[in-house]
Structures are given as C-alpha cells and as structure tokens.
C-alpha cells in the first residue's frame, strides 16, 4: 500500500511540475519568447552538425535560460501574493529575480555567439555564392523577402486583408519585382516597354476591381521596383 501511495506521490509531482511550466509558458511573454528562441537554436544545432561539447554547451546555456525564467516567475508570483501594496524590499525581490534572468541570457548569447558564428559566416558565404550564380534563386529570395514586407506593412496600416485590399497592393508590389528583374537582364529596349505595359495592366486591373485605389497600386508597384532593384545590387548577380 506505502508503494502505491509512493508511486502516486511520484507521479502526482510531475505532474505538478509539468502543470507549473506549462503555466508559466501560457501566462508569462518572456517565458515564450525564451522557448521560441530555444527551438530555433536546436534546430540550428541539427543542421549545422554540432560537436558533443558544443551541444552540452548550448544545451546547458538554454536550460539556464528557461531554470532562471522559472524562478523569476515564481519569485514574483510570491511577492504579488504576499505585497499587495509597492514595498522597496518587494521591488528588490523583483529586480534581483529579472537581474538573474538577464545574466543566464547573456551568458546564452556569448557561448551561442562563440559556437555559431564560424559556422553561420561559413553557411552564408555559400549562400551568397550560390545566390551570385543563380538568377532565378536570387529572384525567389527577393520576391519571399517582398512579400513578407508587404503582409508587415499591411498590419502596421491595419488596412484590408493580408492577401486582399489594403495599402501597398502586393500584386502591384509583385508585378514590379517581376518588372525589374526582367529589366535586369535584358538591354533591349522592347522588353523594357513590353513588360512595363504588362506592370501598368496589372496596377490598371486592380484599380478598375475597386481592390485598390490608384496610390496603393503606385505604392506597391514602387515598393516592388525599389526593393528588387536594391537587393539584386547588394546580392550582385
């Protein structure tokens, strides 16, 4: 019978802590900010084929992280709960707390600085030279980089859809990435205006949709022309 009790404690005390991480994931911001930067760190590790060692390290640095965010919230749960008006000795409490979170980051961040920068130097040197000697990939980056620019803008402007409406028009925004890199390769003045034809068709059909209004058309289209012209420049394809 004490076994089974035994047993039942046991079980009942993970379950508790697992209850107190999930919890502090569900409630805390910083809590899932950490997390989320953790999983991007392992994944990093899988593909960049790290050592044993460098593996304890950034596996011990990003426990730290998590234990010290842990603490931090249950220290400043415990003072909420017992201080319900602003008492100096409270606030040291709380300041102590993040002050042992914001060492364990730093701590993170130099050992992640250390094992990773070779390496991420290394990948995009390659990266680069595959994107210098590859047209079409430098072109696939750059609309993906564009796109993801427009969705940002549209919710800053809060405006329309992310795929539909709003201000700048994405598929104004497109049309005059595609312009400007048909415009990269080619001297010939007839594909110039034959594919500036098709960008003013394309700013005209959303116009006449009522999808967009001439100036988030001109926007995007200009958006489109701008960014794709600065980033084939840097990539120097």
Request: glycine content about 6%.
């Amino acid at each position: 019978m004490r076994n089974d009790e035994k047993k039942h404690s046991v079980t009942d005390s993970f379950n508790v802590a697992i209850e107190g991480i999930i919890d502090a994931i569900r409630t805390e911001r910083n809590m899932k900010f950490h997390l989320f930067c953790g999983v991007v760190i392992l994944f990093l590790c899988i593909f960049l084929e790290l050592t044993k060692y460098e593996l304890i390290s950034v596996s011990f640095s990003i426990t730290l992280v998590v234990l010290a965010e842990l603490l931090n919230t249950a220290i400043e749960t415990t003072v909420d709960m017992i201080c319900k008006s602003y008492h100096p000795l409270a606030k040291k409490a709380k300041d102590v707390a993040a002050g042992a979170v914001l060492v364990s980051a730093i701590n993170a961040a130099v050992v992640g600085y250390i094992i990773f920068q070779r390496r991420i130097m290394s990948e995009m040197g390659e990266g680069f030279t595959i994107l210098k000697n590859s047209y079409q990939h430098s072109m696939v980056l750059i609309i993906a980089i564009l796109l993801i620019l427009v969705i940002a803008i549209k919710t800053y402007f809060k405006k329309g859809t992310p795929l539909k409406g709003g201000i700048p028009s994405g598929h104004s925004a497109l049309a005059g990435a595609l312009f400007t890199g048909i415009f990269y390769l080619t001297d010939n003045p007839k594909i110039f205006f034959l594919s500036f034809l098709l960008l003013i068709l394309v700013l005209q059909s959303r116009v006449e949709g009522r999808i967009h209004t001439v100036i988030e058309t001109v926007i995007g289209a200009t958006l489109g022309v701008c960014v794709t012209y600065v980033l084939l420049a840097i990539i120097g394809v």
